[in-house]
């Protein structure tokens, strides 16, 4: 069981990035959510696509600035984030939850498999 996060760099202010998770195993049967942890922070909820409908959920921190979609053909869940503010900047993780509201909730420690990130640094 793997989750594989890519697509962090460096970006301006105001520009964009794409992150992508790519998983092992089929992602159909998963709700998934993105985490963030900037150095010296606790872990912060980011944004939550369910397994169901593909409902969507965001923290107000990034509503309307972030994306997240999925290609369950592709095993692969997307964070497109846009109008970056240098406080965006910090370790970005995937994490899968085959059953609950942890993950449209933002509670990271009911996620069962998690990724080793990818560094987001946003220059102002």
């Known amino acids: 069981v793997q989750l594989v996060e890519s697509g962090g760099g460096l970006a301006q202010a105001g520009g964009s990035l794409r992150l992508s998770c790519t998983a092992s195993?089929?992602?159909?049967?998963?709700?998934i959510g993105w985490f963030r942890q900037a150095p010296g922070k606790q872990r912060e909820w980011v944004s939550c696509?369910?397994?169901?409908?593909?409902?969507?959920y965001y923290p107000r921190s990034v509503r309307g600035r972030f994306t997240i979609s999925r290609d369950n053909a592709k095993n692969t869940v997307y964070l497109q984030m846009n109008r970056l503010r240098s406080e965006d900047t910090a370790l970005y993780y995937c994490?899968?939850?085959?059953?609950?509201?942890?993950?449209?909730?933002?509670?990271?420690?009911?996620?069962?498999?998690w990724g080793e990130g990818t560094l987001v640094t946003v220059s102002s």
């Open positions: 195993f089929s992602l159909d049967d998963y709700n």
């Open positions: 994490a899968a939850e085959s059953w609950g509201k942890s993950c449209e909730t933002g509670d990271y420690f009911g996620m069962d498999y």
């Open positions: 696509i369910t397994k169901k409908d593909d409902n969507t």
